[in-house]
């Protein structure tokens, strides 16, 4: 018997069977991948493994023995540890205290506070920290708050935190997401050390490459079940897709040659945008857009992503600097003012529902609430809303019973095709779009990548900010990496190195930019 193992176990969450008769096992000194789509199950099993969701069904043993976990606690006290996605860290105090917290209420609760002295304390925990840091590679700064950690700092400090209440068992829940290129580097040393060291390592990541890097073993995830358990040096990428998809699929995304340059559709020159703080989070950005090409951004979040975008969509205002286009400054006017100067330009926002569309209204009226903004007044004509939107479900392949469907009940890629369909019949010269494949699967994805490819080759400028570096790599044709709402550099994807956007994206000048 392994160290941990979970049996036909099953979770399930109202109408949602979120875990299937699911089954996973890891060992001591292994690093088990456990890959799926987006909904298939896997935080909800790794979630019951760490006392998090009570199964509904199902055993969990370790070393062993049957446990039932009914918290955290009880599971950190069995030896099994999460890392969530979002941290549970305290910002105002720093690395140790967070690190000790969990004990120090322990003893605050307990018949040991008689003997509790600060000073003795700090000391002691200070040197456990030091001892564990020797023992896995891992390095903090102890006496750094939160509020000043990078993202990949307070991660570290998560992993140390599970291993200072003895962890032996560590799960970790798309670690990778957020960090670049360099960091995940350094989490997968970390992790590697923690292997030799005995730990038995679940890892969620949805990333094919990193599977294949990290992990001895891979246990595949399709709506709730756990399909397939291979050991990774005897599988490869196409596989493992095939095995999560439950369908052959082409992994390759086309990247058409662009269009032979013309004039720029749209120059930026020195945009800047100051925050309320006084912070720049724009700071003197220049490039050009062309039609028939697309333009990456990558960053790590937060780099000015956001704000970029809704300035040149004249969704906010205030800015130094121009964003010329058919000879006239864009710079603070409003959507409405930019139409009005002949320019068309579409916006598909990270926020789907939200700022793009409204969920709770029907494909038509959402469908209308644009050309509405095109033809306003009089013309609200409902017949042609009904009859473009189902020209839009039919040209997408948007799956739903019908054009009065509410938004919202859609499934994530369906609602990107309305919009994205919805913004395309306006025939933009420049398309914006962010994050457009955000919590979208495989499939769905592919087919956002289409369309955008088409938009393209019908001599649309698309400016397209991502953040899968594998996915703009491929797809861009010229890449701009910021850095705190700087131009790092603009690259060509094609002869420039992960590492190297990577080194851009963390604001150090490269050879490549
Ligand atoms: N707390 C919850 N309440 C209701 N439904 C949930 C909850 N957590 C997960 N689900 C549903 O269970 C399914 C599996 O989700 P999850 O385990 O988060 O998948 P994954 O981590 O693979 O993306 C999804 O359909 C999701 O919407
Ligand atoms: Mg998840």
Not at 206 to 213: A, S
Request: with cysteine; hydrophobic share 40%.
């Amino acid at each position: 018997m392994s160290y941990i193992e979970m049996r036909r176990v099953s979770k399930r969450f109202g109408t949602v069977l979120a875990n299937d008769n699911a089954a996973l096992s890891v060992d001591r000194g292994e690093i088990l991948a456990l890959l799926g789509e987006n909904g298939s199950g896997k935080s909800t099993l790794v979630n019951m493994l760490a006392g998090i969701y009570i199964p509904d069904s199902g055993s969990i043993y370790i070393d062993g023995k049957s446990r039932r976990f009914r918290s955290p606690q009880d599971a950190i006290a069995a030896g099994v540890g999460m890392v969530h996605q979002h941290f549970k860290l305290i910002p105002v105090m720093n690395a140790w205290e967070n690190i000790s917290l969990g004990e120090r209420l322990e003893i605050d609760s307990g018949k040991e506070r008689l003997l509790f002295n600060p000073f003795i304390e700090k000391k002691r925990v200070n040197k456990k920290i030091t001892g564990i840091e020797e023992r896995f590679g891992l390095v903090t700064v102890h006496h750094k708050k939160i509020y000043d950690m990078s993202v990949s700092e307070k991660q570290t400090v998560e992993i140390l935190k599970m291993l200072y209440r003895g962890a032996a068992a560590l799960i970790l829940d798309e670690p990778t997401a957020v960090l670049t290129p360099q960091e995940t580097k350094q989490l997968f040393a970390m992790l590697r050390n923690m292997k030799q060291e005995g730990c038995a390592i679940i890892i969620i990541t949805h990333k094919l490459n990193e599977v294949m890097d990290i992990s001895d073993r891979v246990t595949v995830m399709r709506k709730g079940n756990t399909i397939a358990t291979v050991n990774t040096a005897e599988t490869n990428p196409r596989e493992l897709t095939e095995m999560m998809v439950g369908a052959s699929i082409s992994l390759e995304i086309k990247r058409e040659e662009p269009a032979l340059r013309d004039k720029p559709v749209m120059e930026v020159r020195g945009l800047t945008l100051t925050g309320i703080d006084g912070t720049l989070l724009l700071d003197d950005m220049n490039f050009d857009l062309y039609g028939g090409e697309m333009l990456g951004v990558a960053g790590i979040a937060g780099s000015g992503q956001k704000e970029l975008c809704e300035i040149i969509a004249g969704l906010r205002k205030a800015g130094r600097g121009s964003v010329m286009c058919n000879g006239c400054n864009l710079l603070g006017l409003s959507p409405r003012q930019i139409k009005d100067r002949g320019v068309s330009m579409s916006f598909v926002p990270e926020d789907r529902l939200g700022m793009g569309l409204v969920g709770g209204m029907s494909i038509t009226d959402n469908v209308l609430l644009r050309s509405y903004e095109k033809k306003p007044g009089l013309f609200i004509d409902r017949a042609e809303g009904g009859a473009l939107a189902e020209k839009i479900v039919a040209h997408y392949g948007i799956s739903t019973p019908s054009v009065r469907h509410m938004v919202r009940k859609l499934s994530g890629g369906n609602i990107q095709k309305v919009l994205l369909g919805r913004e395309i019949d306006l025939a933009p010269k420049v398309l914006i779009t962010a994050y457009p494949v955000r919590g979208l699967d495989i499939g769905a994805s592919y087919s956002i990548y289409e369309i955008l490819n088409e938009q393209k080759k019908n001599g649309v400028a698309v400016l397209y900010i991502g953040e899968d570096l594998d996915v703009l790599r491929e797809i861009c044709d010229r890449l701009m990496v910021i850095h705190n709402g700087r131009v790092m550099g603009i690259v060509d994807p094609r002869r420039t190195s992960k590492e190297d956007i990577g080194l851009l994206m963390l604001g150090h000048k490269t050879e490549a930019a």
